[in-house]
């Protein structure tokens, strides 16, 4: 989750506003997807 948090404190300064948020929702859905799938198959 740190990496994340790194990755989008790094690349927000590239991304204008509105891309910004669909990155993020973006993202959000993909790690979601991941912790889940992580955490049932664990």
Known sequence: MKD???YL???S???SRENL???LDD???KY???F???YLYK
């Open 4 to 6: 994340f948090l790194y």
């Open 9 to 11: 404190i790094r690349y």
């Open 13 to 15: 300064k590239i991304f």
């Open 21 to 23: 948020y669909k990155f």
């Open 27 to 29: 993202s959000i859905k």
């Open 32 to 34: 979601t997807l991941m």
């Open 36 to 38: 889940i799938q992580d």
